[in-house]
């Protein structure tokens, strides 16, 4: 039995060994830079609107070269005022508010995407969604991030993206402010919504075991 155990913990631990060997080399790390703007009643369709610097982190698990899981985290800052819009306010509201947020998104690219090939640059579009939640003012809100952009890699194990994220809100209360019933059908939803556009660099952390190149 001893020896029956013993041999069964070591396909437990090769087997793990082998996940993370291979998990290593499927995880990227990295930042994001650009600009958030919001939409709402001040701001029904207009993209960049009042547009403030945002930056954040980004972690990515590639399950292949096409479908990857991703998690990252953003401070930024949305800002606005009602004399931009057809509805006035008396007196006229200036807003604005730090977001402080964190999102769990699911990834496809369209192309196969390998930073470790460093024989054949890799250029492709994708699409993600996810949700996620975000410290906005004193409010904590959960938002639905889905968005679409382009990745380029030329090997070496690094990644770039240009990607354009709208970020879908349960709330009215962005701007400080909630239409009363007029009759107006907003362009977009009554609930106001946050964007970020920008770029993305991320590196593929490389595989640190000691298996033999043969059977990596």
């Known amino acids: 039995m001893n020896t029956t ?9 090769i ?15 990295g930042i994001q830079a650009g600009t958030t703007y919001y ?12 547009p403030s610097f945002a930056m954040g982190v980004i972690f990515r698990y590639n399950i292949n070269h096409n479908y990857s899981i991703r998690a990252s985290a953003i401070y930024a800052t949305v800002s606005g005022t009602s004399s931009s819009a057809s509805i006035i306010p008396d007196p006229s509201i200036n807003f604005s508010k730090n977001i402080i947020g964190a999102e769990a998104m699911g990834e496809f690219n369209f192309y196969s995407i390998n930073p470790t090939n460093t024989r054949k640059a890799n250029l492709s579009p994708y699409v993600n969604a996810g949700v996620g939640i975000a ?12 968005g679409v952009g382009l990745k380029f890699t030329p090997g070496l194990r690094h990644t770039f993206a240009m990607e354009w994220r ?12 909630s239409s009363p019933d007029d009759g107006r059908k907003p362009f977009l939803h009554n609930n106001d ?23 990596r």
């Not at 155990?5 to 631990?13: E, M």
């Open 135 to 146: 410290q906005m003012g004193t409010s904590l809100i959960i938002h639905i991030p889905f």
């Open 5 to 13: 155990r013993r041999i069964l913990l070591l396909v437990i631990l």
């Open 166 to 177: 709208f970020h879908k809100t349960f709330t009215d209360k962005i701007d400080d402010y």
């Open 15 to 29: 087997g793990m060994n082998q996940f993370i060997v291979n998990a290593q080399d499927k995880r990227d790390f």
């Open 39 to 50: 939409y709402g009643e001040f701001n029904e369709a207009r993209p960049l609107y009042s």
């Open 193 to 215: 919504w946050f964007s970020f556009i920008g770029l993305i660099y991320t590196y593929r952390i490389p595989n640190n075991s000691y298996i033999c190149p043969a059977y």
